[in-house]
């Protein structure tokens, strides 16, 4: 019945629109995979993760009912998670959520368009490409992929299909960002000449689930499932629920806070990924057991391939022992600042007069300015609610499923942070120089593709 009734609704909008979907270079083809404005769109759930309750789903329901959307349906390995989920999800939505066992059960659904994916770092891009494999578009969380065969494999599957994909890269989505974009590609700022990124907290159960862990037994999930195409492992509660502390389950802190700020790199700069990395680091405060760094930092050199002439630094620090979580991102040019958490240009450090003088050059003052009027702060934390840029995000995907245009962060950009963040667990894991090889698209290091 419901599939008639979308025939019905795509061949009315069809016959209705085929003067002015020939003014705006649409085909009736392509006018028709848009879904109808009256089309309830149906999204199923990858992973019921602490980021998906506390986060995306209040951002979904900001706008679920004035854009027609609807939750019906949750894929998640772990019984007990699952029953939460339903639990959680009913109580928000008003009516019976369907529980599948994993995603098999989730595909075998009729009706469904769309999924939210929130499961673990080294997941994602396998389950966006099963989405985009079975008419599904996505809401990918980052990072989106932590080895190359997976960002490869999971490019070439999205861009072959006709699915709409927004990767969680949510600075995509803020107004202060775009500005900043702006300001930068109008040629105000000046060349980039160096990038400062730090990301600090002091939680020492950050990414721990000490109360979580001894609820979970081997029976009541599916282990071989949940390692995908990682090596076989014995089970392993901690690596299951605490796997953001456990490579190659995820890299930690490249993964899970670098992508976010690397990714603003490649969109002011407009290149794709850094030309060489190198990185170090340790764990020297929270002995638990993890394989992660808690501390790291990392120097990147970006430019145009074979020109040394032209380019710039970038610099990533992290630690998990001393911090407030308040992400620094400060975009350096000869003529002053770029203050991501002021939100603010201003001529400090630029080439003053006096200093001008003695090379008889001019002086190179930026003005002082507000990017925006409105700061959108961003945290680290998985239980920020719905915050602005992430609703604005969630809403940009949720507009574009029936636009068909693409989305704020479409499937390239977690290709390139993918890249850089790869580059980085290389450069880290070997301690040698990590570099890029634009042909194979594989990361490099002493003259072999980095295998994990």
Not at 73 to 88: C, I
Not at 242 to 264: A, C, K, N, V, Y
Not at 372 to 389: H, I, P, Y
Not at 421 to 442: L, P, V
Request: glycine share 8%; net charge positive.
């Amino acid at each position: 019945m419901l599939d008639s009734r979308r025939k019905f609704i795509k061949q009315a909008a069809i016959a209705a629109a085929g003067t002015y979907a020939g003014t705006m270079g649409l085909s009736a083809k392509s006018y028709g995979n848009i879904i109808g404005a009256n089309d309830r769109v149906r999204v199923g759930v990858v992973g019921f993760s602490d980021r998906f309750k506390s986060t995306l789903l209040p951002c979904f329901l900001n706008h679920q009912k004035e854009l027609n959307f609807d939750m019906v349906a949750v894929s998640d390995l772990w019984n007990y998670r699952r029953g939460l989920a339903v639990d959680h999800l009913k109580s928000k939505l008003g009516h019976d959520i369907t529980a599948c066992r994993n995603n098999d059960e989730l595909y075998a659904l009729k009706d469904l368009d769309a999924v939210i994916i929130s499961t673990p770092d080294f997941a994602h891009a396998t389950h966006a490409a099963e989405a985009v494999g079975h008419k599904c578009d996505v809401y990918c969380e980052k990072p989106f992929a932590e080895t190359m065969a997976d960002a490869r494999m999971a490019l070439k599957a999205v861009k072959s299909s006709k699915q709409i994909l927004q990767i969680g890269s949510q600075r995509r989505s803020g107004g202060n960002y775009k500005a900043a974009d702006q300001f930068i590609k109008d040629g105000k700022f000046g060349n980039i000449t160096m990038v400062e990124l730090s990301w600090n907290v002091n939680q020492p159960g950050r990414w721990r689930r000490p109360d979580l862990v001894p609820k979970l037994k081997q029976e009541d999930t599916d282990w071989k499932r949940f390692l995908l195409n990682r090596p076989a492992e014995e089970w392993d509660p901690r690596k299951y629920l605490e796997f953001r502390l456990f490579w190659p389950f995820s890299s930690g802190l490249p993964g899970q806070w670098m992508s976010h700020q690397i990714d603003t790199v490649h969109w002011f700069s407009g290149l794709k990924h850094p030309r060489s990395v190198v990185a170090n680091g340790g764990i020297y405060q929270w002995k638990d057991g993890r394989r992660n760094w808690d501390t790291l930092t990392a120097a990147f050199d970006y430019g145009k391939e074979n020109d040394p002439t032209n380019g710039f630094q970038v610099i990533f620090t992290s630690r998990m022992h001393n911090g407030d979580e308040n992400p620094t991102e400060i975009y350096y040019s000869n003529g002053g600042e770029m203050n991501l958490n002021t939100n603010k240009v201003s001529p400090k450090g630029g080439l003053t007069a006096n200093a001008a003088k003695a090379m008889n050059m001019q002086p190179n003052l930026l003005p002082e300015l507000k990017l925006t009027d409105n700061l959108e702060k961003v945290t680290a934390s998985a239980n920020t609610g719905a915050d602005n840029l992430t609703s604005a995000h969630m809403r940009n995907w949720m507009e574009c499923i029936r636009s068909r245009k693409e989305t704020n962060a479409p499937v390239e950009v977690g290709y390139y942070h993918s890249i850089a963040n790869i580059m980085t667990t290389a450069a880290a894991r070997t301690g040698m120089k990590a570099t890029f090889d634009e042909a194979t698209q594989e990361v490099m290091v002493g003259g072999k593709v980095f295998k994990y």
